[in-house]
């Protein structure tokens, strides 16, 4: 059984809550195209960094979760995920 405070929980939450929100996302908003196609569009258009850097909000769900049910560990490997995300945002961003 997976412990609820604990730094790894919450960093795996926080690396899978950005993919769920960018579904979630292109479910409400571009439902009319295929992910593929989505996600190819976002590439030729150069946006991948801004739609990572939106993503991230789906984070802030998890991180009060966290902080709400007393599981500041938790909450802490969130944070972690959230920096690694920023550095691929940066690569991606300044390193093209």
């Not at 593929?36 to 976002?42: A, F, G, T």
């Not at 984070?59 to 009060?64: M, P, Q």
């Not at 007393?70 to 920023?86: L, P």
Request: charge should be positive; proline fraction near 1%; glycine fraction near 8%.
């Amino acid at each position: 059984m997976i412990r609820k405070d604990h730094f790894l929980t919450g960093f795996i939450s926080g690396l899978l809550a950005p993919f769920i929100g960018f579904y979630i996302y292109y479910l409400i908003s571009f439902r009319y195209m295929s992910l593929q196609m989505y996600v190819s569009r976002l590439t030729e258009f150069g946006l991948e960094a801004g739609v990572i850097s939106l993503s991230l909000i789906a984070n802030l769900i998890v991180f009060f979760y966290f902080i709400k049910i007393k599981a500041d560990v938790s909450a802490r490997g969130v944070i972690g995920a959230t920096f690694a995300y920023g550095i691929v945002v940066i690569c991606l961003k300044y390193l093209r």
